[in-house]
C-alpha cells in the first residue's frame, strides 16, 4: 500500500472506515510528522510507514483506499525529544492510537517500551531501540458489524434506580449456573441463571468496574500480581480482552443487549483521569509519544515531571481542548455505538479542573450538558481527586449523581454506637440535604452505599477492625487505615455464636439504613449474602478467589439475600421512600401531616437540646406517605412508615405514636429477628415497641 494514501479528512479522529478505505485521523498540537504504520495479522511484522499528508490545525489524517476491517496498525510521531519544555517524541516509539476500538497484540514491559534511558548516570538520555514488538497495536473495527435486534434502553428514572456494582471477571468466576467456558467473560454475565438472579434481587442497573482496555501496572508484575480492578487504562474507546473469548466488542455488545433485554440499565466505571502511561519514568505508549505536553498536566516548575493528582503517576489536563474533545468523543461511543446507559467517573473532580481549581461550571461540564446523547444518560461522580481541594462532595454540576461517603461513613459510625451521630444520620436518611440542596437538585443525586469496591466487603465492615492486606505485598501499608468498621470483639473469623448473632443482625441493620434513605442505593456484589475478601480491604490486584465472588453463601447467606430482596421490594412497593424531595419535616400542603417527624423513645418529637446529646442512640423516623401517587405499575397504595433504631447496648421501650390513618402499626421488619417472619404483635405490649439492641424495626400503617 505504500505511496496509496490521500489526504482524507479531520473529522472524525481515529481510524474510520467508510466501505471503500480507512481515514487515519491523529491530534497532536506540536508533532512535526506523523507515520502511520501498517503490520501483518498478527501485528508482529510491520509492512509500511506511510506519512499523513495532510495537517488541518492540530490533526494529522490520511485517507488509505481499498484498506478495511482488520487492518493492524500504529504511529510514529516525530518532533522535538525535550523533556525540560515538556517535549517527549520519539519516532523509534509505535503508538497506540487513542481512539482504538480493538488491539492486537499484548504489552511486554521491556526496556524498549520506554522513550528514556533507565539507568541512573542519564534518566532522561532519549532511547533509540524500536518498541513496535514489545507494545499492542491498533485493530480497525466494522462499526456496522452488529445486530442490535431492536435493543432499547430500560430507561429507569434515577429516583427508582437501585445500583449494583459488580466486576465482570469476579462476579461470574465461580458461578455455578455458568458454563465453565464463560465464567468470568462478558458472555457469562448474560447468562440465564446470572439474569435471573439479577432480576431476582431487584435492582435496576448493574454498575461495572472498569471495562476499557487497561494493563498491569510494572510493580505489581515484579510482584507476580495483576491488576484486577482496571483502574489504569491504556485504551479508552475498547473494551478489556481479558473478559472476551475471542471478539471482546462483539461480546460487550452481546451482554447489553442480553441486560437490556432483562431490564437492566449499565452503567461504566469509566477512568478518565489519568493513562496506564503513568508517572515521567513510565513507559511511552500513547500520549506520551503524541504530544506529552498537550495531554498531561505537567509540573510548572520542572516540565519534565507528571502532575500526580491522582495517585498514579500522571493526571490528565481537561485544561487542554485534545482532552475534553477525546473525552467527550469517548462517552458518545459507549453511548451510541455501546448502548450503555450511564457513567461513573472515578476520581471526577479532575474532569473540572481547566486551571488548577475545580469548577462544577468548566467547559467539559458545559459540552456535557448541551450534548443531546450524554445530557440524557446517568453521569455519576466519584467527587474526589488528590489535588488541590480535591474533595468536593455536593459540588458537582445539578445533572450529576455522586458517590455519598458521608452516608456510608455516618451509618457505619451510627451502628458502631460512636457518640453524636443521630443528627447526621437523619440528615443522610433524609436524603442529604445539606450536600444537594442547592441548584435544585434532589436526594436522587445522592448515590448512597454502605460498601464498596474500595474498602471493606459489607462482612468485613462488622468483622474486622483493621485491615489484613499482607498479600498485597505492599507491608500492609496500603489501602484505608481509618475505615469506619468494628469486629464485636473477635478480629476475623470466629465460632462464637453470640459474635456471630451480633455481626449478622450489624448487617441487617447496614443493609436496611442504605434501603429505608432518601437518594440512589448502591449494593456492592455479594453483600446481600455476606461476601468476605478476609480482612484486606484494597483488593486491587488480587484477581484470585480472595476477591472473586464465592457462591457458596456463608452460614446465613441465604437468610440475608432473601433479607436484601424483602428490602429491595419495600422500597420499590413505596414512593416514600423514593421521594424527589428532601425531606424536611414540614407540611406539604393543607391539611397534611409533616413528611417527617423524628421522635424520642417516649414517643414525643426530638427537641433542640435531644439532637444536641452526643450520648443519644435511640430514635424513630416517621414517614408520611399520605397522598403520594404511585410512581409506577405494581407500586403499592400509599402507607405511613415508622421506623424505628436502637444503636445502643440496651433494649428499649419505644412508645408508638397514634398511627397516622387511624388504624394499627404492623411490624414489617425487625433486624433483631434471625427470621424473615415477624409475627404481627410480636415484642408489643399495648402502644409500646420493644426495641432490641442493636436493632432496626420497620412498622407499617396502611390507609
Not at 58 to 71: C, E, I, K, S, V
Not at 91 to 114: F, I
Not at 123 to 150: E, N, Y
Not at 671 to 678: C, H, K, P
Request: hydrophobic share 40%; glycine share 10%; proline share 6%.
Amino acid at each position: 500500500m505504500k505511496g496509496t494514501i490521500m489526504p482524507g479528512r479531520p473529522r472524525p479522529l481515529g481510524a474510520a472506515w467508510d466501505g471503500a478505505g480507512v481515514n487515519f485521523a491523529l491530534r497532536s498540537s506540536h508533532a512535526e510528522a506523523v507515520e502511520l504504520c501498517l503490520f501483518d495479522a498478527d501485528g508482529r511484522r510491520e509492512l509500511a510507514r506511510l506519512r499523513l499528508p495532510e495537517r488541518s490545525g492540530d490533526t494529522w489524517h490520511g485517507y488509505l483506499p481499498g484498506a478495511g476491517p482488520g487492518l493492524v496498525y500504529g504511529y510514529r510521531v516525530h518532533g522535538r525529544y525535550a523533556p525540560r519544555q515538556g517535549h517527549r517524541f520519539n519516532k523509534h516509539k509505535l503508538l497506540l492510537d487513542p481512539y482504538a476500538r480493538a488491539l492486537s497484540g499484548t504489552l511486554a514491559y521491556e526496556p524498549a517500551v520506554y522513550g528514556h534511558s533507565q539507568g541512573a548516570a542519564e534518566p532522561w538520555r532519549q532511547d533509540l531501540s524500536d518498541s513496535a514488538g514489545c507494545v499492542p497495536k491498533a485493530r480497525v473495527t466494522d462499526p456496522h458489524a452488529f445486530d442490535w435486534q431492536g435493543d432499547r434502553r430500560p430507561a429507569v428514572p434515577l429516583e427508582q434506580s437501585i445500583v449494583y456494582e459488580l466486576h465482570v471477571k469476579g462476579f461470574t468466576r465461580q458461578h455455578p449456573g455458568v458454563p465453565q467456558h464463560l465464567r468470568g467473560t462478558y458472555l457469562g454475565l448474560a447468562q440465564p441463571a446470572v439474569l435471573d438472579y439479577l432480576v431476582g434481587l431487584g435492582i435496576t442497573a448493574v454498575e461495572l468496574m472498569p471495562v476499557q482496555h487497561f494493563v498491569t501496572e510494572p510493580h505489581l508484575r515484579e510482584r507476580g500480581l495483576e491488576n484486577y480492578w482496571g483502574y489504569n487504562t491504556l485504551a479508552f474507546f475498547a473494551p478489556h480482552p481479558g473478559y472476551a473469548l475471542a471478539d471482546p466488542l462483539r461480546e460487550f455488545r452481546e451482554m447489553v443487549r442480553a441486560l437490556h433485554d432483562a431490564g437492566l440499565e449499565v452503567i461504566l466505571d469509566v477512568v478518565f483521569n489519568h493513562t496506564a502511561e503513568g508517572g515521567e519514568h513510565g513507559p511511552t505508549l500513547s500520549f506520551r509519544g503524541i504530544d506529552n505536553l498537550g495531554y498531561y498536566r505537567l509540573e510548572a516548575g520542572d516540565l519534565r515531571r507528571n502532575v500526580n493528582w491522582t495517585g498514579c503517576g500522571n493526571t490528565l489536563d481537561f485544561g487542554q481542548p485534545a482532552v475534553q474533545e477525546l473525552v467527550l468523543d469517548c462517552l458518545r461511543y459507549w453511548a451510541v455505538e455501546m448502548h450503555v446507559d450511564g457513567f461513573r467517573f472515578d476520581l471526577a473532580t479532575t474532569l473540572g479542573r481547566e486551571a488548577a481549581d475545580f469548577d462544577p461550571d468548566s467547559a467539559f461540564f458545559r459540552a456535557v450538558r448541551g450534548d443531546p446523547v450524554l445530557a440524557g444518560l446517568k453521569l455519576i461522580a466519584e467527587p474526589w481527586d488528590l489535588g488541590p481541594d480535591g474533595y468536593r462532595l455536593g459540588g458537582f454540576p445539578r445533572h450529576w449523581g455522586e458517590w455519598n461517603d458521608r452516608f456510608r461513613d455516618t451509618a457505619r459510625a451510627f451502628w458502631r454506637g460512636d457518640a453524636g451521630q443521630v443528627p447526621r444520620l437523619a440528615e443522610r436518611l433524609a436524603g442529604s440535604s445539606d450536600l444537594f440542596g442547592a441548584d435544585g437538585r434532589g436526594p436522587q443525586h445522592s448515590v448512597n452505599y454502605v460498601a464498596c469496591h474500595d474498602g471493606f466487603t459489607l462482612a468485613d465492615v462488622v468483622s474486622y477492625a483493621r485491615k489484613h492486606n499482607e498479600d498485597n505485598g505492599e507491608g500492609n501499608r496500603d489501602g484505608d487505615s481509618h475505615a469506619v468498621s468494628w469486629n464485636h470483639g473477635v478480629e476475623g473469623p470466629t465460632e462464637d455464636e453470640d459474635v456471630l448473632r451480633r455481626r449478622a443482625r450489624q448487617r441487617r441493620n447496614l443493609l436496611a439504613t442504605l434501603f429505608l434513605s432518601q437518594g440512589v442505593p448502591m449494593l456492592q456484589a455479594g453483600d446481600e449474602f455476606g461476601r468476605t475478601q478476609r480482612g484486606n480491604n484494597n483488593a486491587y490486584c488480587q484477581d484470585n478467589e480472595l476477591a472473586w465472588v464465592n457462591w457458596r453463601p456463608a452460614r446465613d447467606g441465604a437468610a440475608l439475600q432473601e433479607f436484601t430482596r424483602r428490602l429491595v421490594r419495600l422500597r420499590r412497593d413505596h414512593a416514600v421512600f423514593r421521594r424527589q424531595a428532601f425531606l424536611a419535616g414540614v407540611q406539604q400542603r393543607a391539611g397534611r401531616f409533616k413528611d417527617v417527624v423524628w421522635l424520642r423513645a417516649d414517643g414525643l418529637e426530638l427537641e433542640q437540646e435531644d439532637w444536641l446529646e452526643p450520648e443519644l442512640r435511640v430514635f424513630g423516623m416517621l414517614l408520611d406517605g399520605t397522598g403520594l401517587p404511585p410512581a409506577q405499575a405494581g407500586e403499592k397504595p400509599a402507607c405511613n412508615f415508622l421506623v424505628l433504631f436502637n444503636a445502643g447496648a440496651a433494649a428499649t421501650e419505644f412508645m408508638l405514636p397514634a398511627p397516622i390513618s387511624g388504624s394499627t402499626w404492623e411490624v414489617t421488619l425487625d433486624t433483631g429477628q434471625d427470621s424473615l417472619t415477624v409475627p404481627a404483635g410480636s415484642y408489643r405490649k399495648g402502644h409500646i415497641y420493644l426495641l432490641e439492641a442493636e436493632t432496626l424495626a420497620v412498622l407499617a400503617d396502611h390507609e
